[in-house]
Every structure is written in structure tokens, then in C-alpha cells.
């Protein structure tokens, strides 16, 4: 039984724990950094993790509802410091369906630079449709910001925050796992590359074929 303050969405809860150590066992976060998302079903809110508290030893009462205007649904604990810029995505793309913020070093490193990741691989930069942008610089940890962040994540599956991290979304909590694990792995292989000579990405043609095969197409449907 969930304690007062934590009511309702038991499968999403436990999901998005699972997910959160997921997040920190493949290396896209250390420590109580990064935060996730997901929409709840009637769409008017979402469970969004708390701030500050280690991912192996978060339960799934210990999240947090946020209406989507900015309301505290439930909760005992502080929601995420970035939980403004969840509920502008939430607000602006009624296809998403998680938000995953993360700091793998590779992706890290291309914002600390201010160079987007190239699509270098099929499979990684077909899942994502292209390159992964670097926004402009927003502050991290302030109320007025999600709606800034919203704008220029626009259709995109992720981008980069400058001197920060990734941001990422899909439909699902599965998609935007594998939307942050695809910008790693591509920050990655387009680090690799470059210290063995000039990589040419993925031709934009191919990758929207791949793109729509994918999220379209692929597996069992």
C-alpha cells in the first residue's frame, strides 16, 4: 500500500524506478544527478521523480504528481529541480510520453563544447532521425525555463543542454530510455571516429527511411 501523499499509478511508479536504475546502472547518470518523467493516463498530469534522492533506494511512493499547469497532485518529497521544463514538454508535445534528463559523459561532453552529435550510425542517428542539436544556454534548476527548453526541443527526440546534459523524450518510458542510450551511444562512436579520421554521417535521406521503419514499422506491430 502506497503511504499518504503517493496515491494511485502503482505500475507507472514501479516502472519509472526501474527505468531510473536502468538510467544509473548503463552510466547516463551518477549519483541523485538527472531526472525522469511519465505522463499518467488521463494525460493531465505526470509522475516526475523526487529531488535529491538516490535511485537505488527510491520506491515508488516516494514520487511525486504534477499537474501539468504546475499543481502538486501528491507527494511527500520535493519534485525534481527540472521539473518546470517536464510539464512545458508535456504541454507543448501531446505525443510525449516520458521525459529523461540525463549526464552521460560523452553526450556531456559534446555540450560542454557546443557541438551537436552527428549521425554516424544508422541504427542510432536512424532511431533519433538526425543529428542532436545543441540548445541555447539555459539555466539549470529555474522555475521560468521549461518553457524555453520546450521551445527548442521542438519535434526532436533529444537535445543537447549546453554545459550540462541530454534531454530526452519519446512516447513511452521504453522510447525515451532508448532515445538517451542513442545519444550516448552516438556521442560516443562520433568521439571515436574522429580520432581515427573524417566521418561522413548517415545521408538525411536514409535517415528519415530508417526513422519511419523504426517507430513505424520495426518489431511486432
Known sequence: M??????????LREDLVRYAR???AAGLVSGTSGNLSARTSDGASCLVTPSGVDYESMLGADLIEMGLDGSLRSGRLKPSVDTAIHLAIYRARADVGAVIHTHSPF???????????PPLSSEWGGFLGGAVRVLDYVPPAQDDTGEAVAEGLGADRAVLLPHHGVLAVGESLPKAHQA???????????????RLGKAEPVPEAELRRI??????????R
Request: proline content about 4%; glycine content about 10%; charged content about 15%.
Open 2 to 11: 502506497l503511504p499518504v501523499g503517493a496515491a494511485g499509478h502503482a505500475e
Open 22 to 24: 536502468q538510467m544509473l
Open 107 to 117: 553526450a556531456a561532453a559534446f555540450s560542454a563544447v557546443g557541438a551537436p552529435i
Open 180 to 194: 538517451a542510450v542513442a545519444v550516448e551511444e552516438g556521442a560516443r562512436l562520433a568521439y571515436l571516429a574522429s
Open 211 to 220: 526513422y519511419d521503419f523504426i517507430h513505424r514499422r520495426y518489431g511486432q
